[in-house]
């Protein structure tokens, strides 16, 4: 368990510095430059269906295992007061700071940036350096209805003789949404539900299977022997996605056809890159090794307060060098942001998040042994 958990946090630390790279090259213009280069970098908004997706994954499998092997399932209550403590601390401090120095909201603008809900509200200008925050409000409100979403699964897969499958056939509903939600959103002019969790569902429904099958097949030879295929997969659909064929590079909408083009690439390639350690969790393999260093681990650990301040960092160094839009030093604007956002994410993880998790556990408390139950029936009751 051990070593997956440092590979999976290895991943989260490779999607996040992918996200600072994005906006290190968007910022100086290098993303919009001609070659296959500024394409691949691009396209590493592929980070944040790597984070949805496991989110579905971890948040999930307690849920799952319920399921199939009749372990309590989490208290709503209890996980929501988590995620509250995980998300919002550093959140309130990085977003504030961000609105106090470049803002000019009003108390009703604030609240709603203070409470995630700025989404909602498309049309309203943002403070700079916030531009990466829109990932959170879906996120948020993904772990609101999950408990929703885990109660509907749960009876469902009761009613039938093989939990496991219908568990796998509930969720493959959800893709189905994300897809009628792209076409709403092409095909209608709405490019705002881009902005709301049906848009990304699809993400988050691949780590919910996942989880599934983390529970229910454990460690996958299969997945294990073809590893080093399914990585080499993800990178040749990662170049197939940094192109044309998926839409533009710049903010201009992309057709129907190119945004499910592109929302089906992204999703195989976040399963294709996180499958070989979620299902086949074998410390010793090379590729374990490589993406579950301590070094990565760590920076796995602290990826969240990571992503929350490259982004005022980047807009505060190109301001105080006034560097003109899309025309910054690449390099000093690379190698400054870094170091200022790694020190800064150190020091707000171990002052913040991890007191903000402390705390989190000492008001939820352990929870209670199950009781000693009679064997359980071959068919689950309803």
Same mark, same amino acid.
């Given at each position: 368990?051990?070593?997956?958990?440092?590979?999976?946090?290895?991943?989260?630390?490779?999607?996040?510095?992918?996200?600072?790279?994005?906006?290190?090259?968007?910022?100086?213009?290098?993303?919009?430059?001609?070659?296959?280069?500024?394409?691949?970098?691009?396209?590493?908004?592929?980070?944040?269906?790597?984070?949805?997706?496991?989110?579905?994954?971890?948040?999930?499998?307690?849920?799952?295992?319920?399921?199939?092997?009749?372990?309590?399932?989490?208290?709503?209550?209890?996980?929501?007061?988590?995620?509250?403590?995980?998300?919002?601390?550093?959140?309130?401090?990085?977003?504030?700071?961000?609105? !106090?120095?470049?803002?000019?909201?009003? !108390?009703?603008?604030?609240?709603?940036?203070?409470?995630?809900?700025?989404?909602?509200?498309?049309?309203?200008?943002?403070?700079?350096?916030?531009?990466?925050?829109?990932?959170?409000?879906?996120?948020?409100?993904?772990?609101?209805?999950?408990?929703?979403?885990?109660?509907?699964?749960?009876? !469902?897969?009761?009613?039938?003789?093989?939990?496991?499958?219908?568990?796998?056939?509930?969720?493959?509903?959800?893709?189905?949404?994300?897809?009628?939600?792209?076409?709403?959103?092409?095909?209608?002019?709405?490019?705002?539900?881009?902005?709301?969790?049906?848009?990304?569902?699809?993400?988050?429904?691949?780590?919910?299977?996942?989880?599934?099958?983390?529970?229910?097949?454990?460690?996958?030879?299969?997945?294990?022997?073809?590893?080093?295929?399914?990585?080499?997969?993800?990178?040749?659909?990662?170049?197939?996605?940094?192109?044309?064929?998926?839409?533009?590079?710049?903010?201009?909408?992309?057709?129907?056809?190119?945004?499910?083009?592109?929302?089906?690439?992204?999703?195989?390639?976040?399963?294709?890159?996180?499958?070989?350690?979620?299902?086949?969790?074998?410390?010793?393999?090379?590729?374990?090794?490589?993406?579950?260093?301590?070094?990565?681990?760590?920076?796995?650990?602290?990826?969240?307060?990571?992503?929350?301040?490259?982004?005022?960092?980047?807009?505060?160094?190109?301001?105080?060098?006034?560097?003109?839009?899309?025309?910054?030093?690449?390099?000093?604007?690379?190698?400054?942001?870094?170091?200022?956002?790694?020190?800064?994410?150190?020091?707000?993880?171990?002052?913040?998040?991890?007191?903000?998790?402390?705390?989190?556990?000492?008001?939820?408390?352990?929870?209670?042994?199950?009781?000693?139950?009679?064997?359980?029936?071959?068919?689950?009751?309803?």
């Amino acid at each position: 368990m051990k070593s997956r958990d440092a590979s999976l946090d290895g991943i989260r630390a490779f999607a996040a510095l992918g996200v600072w790279l994005l906006h290190v090259g968007s910022n100086t213009g290098v993303m919009y430059r001609e070659g296959m280069y500024a394409w691949m970098m691009a396209r590493l908004g592929i980070a944040v269906p790597i984070f949805f997706l496991l989110s579905g994954l971890l948040l999930y499998r307690p849920w799952a295992r319920a399921v199939i092997e009749n372990t309590p399932r989490p208290k709503p209550l209890r996980y929501l007061w988590r995620r509250v403590l995980r998300v919002m601390p550093v959140y309130w401090l990085v977003a504030g700071l961000a609105l !106090w120095a470049w803002s000019s909201l009003d !108390w009703l603008g604030w609240v709603k940036w203070m409470l995630l809900l700025q989404n909602y509200f498309p049309g309203e200008n943002a403070a700079d350096g916030l531009y990466q925050m829109w990932t959170l409000p879906i996120e948020m409100s993904f772990y609101v209805v999950l408990p929703v979403l885990a109660w509907l699964l749960h009876k !469902w897969a009761r009613r039938g003789g093989n939990p496991p499958v219908r568990l796998l056939a509930g969720i493959a509903v959800m893709p189905v949404i994300s897809v009628a939600t792209v076409v709403v959103t092409r095909e209608f002019g709405q490019p705002q539900l881009a902005l709301l969790l049906p848009y990304h569902l699809v993400f988050f429904a691949c780590g919910m299977a996942m989880a599934v099958l983390s529970v229910w097949i454990g460690h996958s030879r299969v997945i294990d022997s073809l590893a080093p295929q399914l990585l080499i997969l993800a990178a040749l659909l990662y170049a197939m996605l940094s192109t044309g064929l998926a839409g533009p590079r710049t903010l201009t909408l992309p057709a129907l056809w190119e945004s499910l083009l592109r929302v089906s690439l992204e999703a195989a390639v976040a399963i294709l890159l996180v499958a070989p350690f979620a299902l086949a969790p074998r410390g010793d393999s090379l590729r374990h090794r490589l993406v579950g260093n301590p070094v990565t681990a760590y920076m796995g650990r602290i990826s969240y307060s990571f992503f929350l301040w490259h982004a005022p960092l980047i807009t505060l160094q190109l301001k105080l060098t006034g560097a003109p839009p899309f025309a910054g030093d690449f390099p000093s604007v690379a190698v400054v942001s870094f170091v200022v956002t790694l020190l800064l994410s150190v020091g707000s993880y171990h002052l913040i998040e991890v007191p903000a998790l402390k705390l989190s556990r000492l008001r939820s408390g352990p929870a209670r042994p199950p009781a000693a139950q009679a064997p359980a029936p071959a068919v689950p009751a309803p």
